[in-house]
Every structure is written in C-alpha cells, then in structure tokens.
C-alpha cells in the first residue's frame, strides 16, 4: 500500500467508528464522514492541485456533505420515525454485537472507504506524475461529468422515495412502500465510476490502473447487491 495512504484509512477508521454507537452508522454516517474527511484533509494537505483534481476532490467531499445532510434529515420525518419504532426494525437495531464484531466492521468498512478515495487521491497528485495531452485529460473530465450525473440522480431519488414514503405513511401507515427502480443505487454506482473514470489521466502504468480498481469494484459490487435484494422484497410484496 502506498504509505501516503495510510492517513486516509485512519481517517476513515475514526469516521466509521461511529459504528460504536450502532452498528449500523459504519455503513452510513461513517461512509458519508470518511467521504467528507478525507476529501476535506486532501485538500489541506496538498497545495499544487490542478482544476481537474479540486472538482475531483470536491465531488467526493459533496458526496459525504450530502449524505451526512440526508441522513440528519430522513431522521427528523415522522415515517422515518415510525419505521424505526417497527418490531423488525428494533430487533435489528437492538441485537447486541460483540465489540470484536463491531471493530472488525469499523476496520473493514474503513479500508472500502479508503479504497473509494483513491482514484481522487491519485487525481491529486503533481501533474509530472500523470499522462499528458488533451485525450487523457478529455476522458477524466468525462468521468467526472458522469459522477456529477450521479450524484444528482442519487440525491434526487434520495429525497423524492422519502418524501413518497412520507406522504404514503401518513396517508396509508400500513401500507408498503410502492415497488420502483431504484434510480438512487443506480446513482451511486455511476458516481463512483465516474470517479474511476475520472482518473483515467493517472493511470501511467498497470499498478495505478489496479491500485484504483479494489474500491470501486467494491462499492459497486454491494450497491448491486443491495440493489437487486430490494428489488426481491418490493416485487414479492407487490405480488402479496
């Protein structure tokens, strides 16, 4: 591992130790926290950034603002609410997790989330040590205007299936959230692989093209998952 990055996963692992207050924070207030931190740090610890590598930066640090905003919101709704005071929700938020359990999570979370900053970590470097030309440069900025795209549509979505989810459970409390796409994973996919992308310009040799590779292959891999588990639950609720 690049020693340079060893600050990077210490700063994610303070994050994601929020986990200690419930499990279930590593996954989303410990991945926005890292996100925003390890932007935030970057740019204060590296002084010649270039234009391409600041709109890097500051889509990852956006990305953790934005979730870290949304989640604070979704946790003042009264449906979000109501949803916690659900008996599945509070069997899965009460079970009790051995603090080795809970470590081990922080730590393998955070080591995900450093890997998702590479490729802004890379596109932060000194200009000599990238490729030149107007082809490389062409396609990072490419890349970064797909993980804008995707940021919008995630956070798009984000709001309006809560807000859905809002009005439907005050209308209708027991009624099922209505099966759609899920056009918000879909957004975070293409984020991150914007993010990729967007560091085509760094990419001098196969080490930097695989030293990239691990964090958004891994964030990808679990939106997917996710993804299609949701899509089950909804259409086999549909159906009942």
Same mark, same amino acid.
């Given at each position: 591992m690049n020693n340079g990055l060893l600050p990077y996963w210490g700063l994610s692992t303070v994050c994601s130790s929020v986990g200690f207050l419930q499990p279930v924070y590593t996954i989303s207030y410990g991945y926005g926290l890292s996100m925003l931190g390890q932007s935030a740090y970057r740019f204060w610890n590296k002084d010649s950034v270039d234009t391409i590598g600041k709109i890097h930066l500051g889509l990852v640090g956006l990305y953790g603002l934005r979730m870290v905003s949304f989640l604070l919101w979704r946790s003042s709704l009264k449906s979000y609410k109501a949803y916690q005071e659900r008996d599945s929700t509070k069997k899965r938020r009460d079970k009790v %997790?051995?603090? @080795?359990?809970?470590?081990?999570?922080?730590?393998?979370? $955070?080591? /995900? %989330?450093?890997?998702? +900053?590479?490729?802004? *970590? +890379?596109? $932060?470097?000194?200009?000599? @040590?990238?490729? $030149?030309?107007?082809i490389p440069n062409a396609m990072s900025i490419v890349g970064l205007g797909v993980a804008t795209i995707g940021l919008? /549509?995630? @956070?798009g979505y984000d709001v309006k299936n809560q807000l859905d989810f809002e009005k439907n459970a005050v209308q209708s409390p027991s009624t099922q959230r209505p099966y759609r796409v899920n056009y918000n994973y879909i957004g975070e996919a293409l984020f991150w692989i914007g993010g990729f992308l967007g560091a085509? =310009?760094? *990419?001098?040799?196969? /080490? =930097? *093209? /695989?030293g990239a590779l691990p964090g958004v292959t891994g964030i990808v891999s679990v939106v997917v998952s996710e993804g299609v588990e949701r899509y089950k639950k909804r259409r086999w609720a549909k159906k009942e």
């Open positions: %997790y051995k603090t @080795s359990q809970i470590a081990g999570m922080v730590v393998g979370c $955070s080591a /995900l %989330y450093m890997g998702m +900053f590479v490729p802004a *970590f +890379f596109n $932060s470097m000194e200009k000599d @040590s990238m490729m $030149s030309g107007d919008a /549509l995630e @956070s085509t =310009r760094t *990419f001098t040799g196969p /080490l =930097r *093209f /695989l």
